[in-house]
């Protein structure tokens, strides 16, 4: 099952660098097991060139359980998914890239949430409304980067998502799903809605909110 799990993270890593989502050994991949422990990517691995050893498997605490290249590091941004799956207990994978667009729109906004266009994309992510008004939370960029997984627990805490997706300012998204390839296709419409809000602010277009 393990084996089936990075293959899933390894071809979704070749599919996003292919997409300049996860360039410079940029994003990390992570899914989860049935014993709650889960598969990330090692730390400083080209996401296009992955095999199964780039992966580290770590249990509910962020310890160590599995590291098949002795010397390797989990992602710098483990904490972000430990957060992730100690706020939403069904989800089993957790996809963070890192694309131009999604810089570009956590810099339309000085708020805290990044209002997303009323389009039919959003069905994807589990939005049926009517012109629904739905935001994606916008967090701070901090270099240390379990303070932003801190900021993460403490929003969920008290804050349901409208969607199953995160915004980190100058950053890149997170989302997360209850597979790994739901995970893949919350990144791809999530991107997709970015390159629309930014083609539309180029074209003086008016998209129903205020940023």
């Known amino acids: 099952m393990s084996g089936d799990l990075r293959s ?4 979704a890593a070749k599919h ?7 360039v410079g050994t940029a994003g990390n991949l992570s899914a989860r097991l049935a014993d709650g422990s889960f598969w ?18 770590m249990n509910s605490d962020g310890a160590i359980v599995e590291q098949p290249v002795p010397d390797s590091r989990p992602s710098a ?11 939403f207990p069904d989800a089993k994978a957790c996809y963070h890239v890192h694309s131009i667009e999604a810089n570009l729109v956590s810099r339309l906004t000085a708020g805290d ?8 994309m959003l069905k994807g992510l589990g939005v ?5 008004q739905v935001s994606i939370p916008l967090f701070t960029n901090y270099l240390e980067v379990p303070k932003i997984a801190k900021e993460i627990c403490e929003f969920f805490a008290i804050c349901a998502p409208s969607v199953p997706a995160l915004l980190i300012r ?13 995970a893949y296709n919350y990144v791809e ?23």
């Open 40 to 57: 990330i990517t090692a730390s400083g691995r080209a996401k296009g060139q992955l095999t199964e050893a780039d992966f580290i498997r």
């Open 16 to 22: 996003f660098y292919d997409r300049g989502w996860m």
């Open 8 to 11: 899933d993270l390894i071809a």
């Open 113 to 120: 949430a990044v209002p997303l266009p009323a389009i039919e």
């Open 170 to 182: 100058d950053h890149g998204i997170t989302v997360w799903a209850d597979s790994p390839a739901a």
């Open 77 to 87: 941004e483990t904490s972000i998914h430990l957060a992730v799956y100690n706020c």
């Open 128 to 132: 049926w409304e009517e012109n629904p």
């Open 189 to 211: 419409i999530v991107e997709y809605i970015f390159r629309y809000t930014i083609a539309a602010r180029q074209l003086n277009l008016d998209l129903r909110f205020g940023i």
